[in-house]
């Protein structure tokens, strides 16, 4: 208020003749203590750490809802994707990469992607499903819920959260075997 009263003085000091002049200084000045009061009170914030919470909801997720939308057959850069009824018995063996720049998006099934939990997407698993990967090259082994539809790259048959590969040691592109796991 202290920036208004100093405006209007000078206002009235130097007796601008235009009205646009005055509307156009209250304008800013409204913006600018706008601003400053959105400064103040955001670092009032706090931040919540949440991720023990997630990780239990992780651990306890139910079985795949094969009638949800992120179960039903999708396209994606014209090719079309049919999610598998059921993830029993599934072995695969192929490259995987990780994600992590994502982070705060939503994933396939409506959770927000958090890029140190232990998550995946994969293209035709049913969500969620969960799975072992294990990192070919060191042995590693890393047990990841999948929420999320991808990779859509070439040759790709897993993305996992930064989380996830840090486990296992991959960095970039590594060759990977995955294997289904009961709920």
Not at 43 to 56: E, F, I, K, V
Not at 61 to 75: D, F, I, M, V
Request: glycine residues 8%.
């Amino acid at each position: 208020m202290l920036i208004a009263a100093i405006i209007e003085y000078m206002v009235g000091k130097y007796q601008l003749r235009f009205a646009m002049y005055q509307s156009i200084a209250h304008s800013h000045i409204h913006i600018f203590v706008l601003a400053l009061i959105t400064a103040l009170f955001s670092g009032c914030a706090t931040m919540t750490n949440d991720a023990p919470q997630r990780s239990l909801e992780l651990r306890n997720q139910r079985s795949p809802n094969l009638a949800a939308p992120y179960n039903k057959p999708y396209r994606v850069r014209g090719v079309t994707y049919y999610p598998m009824r059921s993830a029993a018995g599934y072995r695969e063996i192929g490259h995987a990469s990780w994600y992590g720049s994502e982070s705060g998006n939503r994933t396939a099934m409506g959770m927000r992607f958090v890029p140190h939990e232990l998550t995946a997407a994969h293209k035709t698993l049913p969500l969620p499903s969960k799975v072992r990967v294990t990192n070919l090259q060191n042995g590693r082994q890393v047990d990841v819920l999948v929420n999320d539809r991808g990779p859509f790259k070439k040759g790709r048959i897993i993305d996992l959260s930064h989380g996830a590969a840090r486990k296992i040691g991959l960095h970039g592109v590594g060759k990977v075997k995955i294997e289904h796991l009961k709920h």
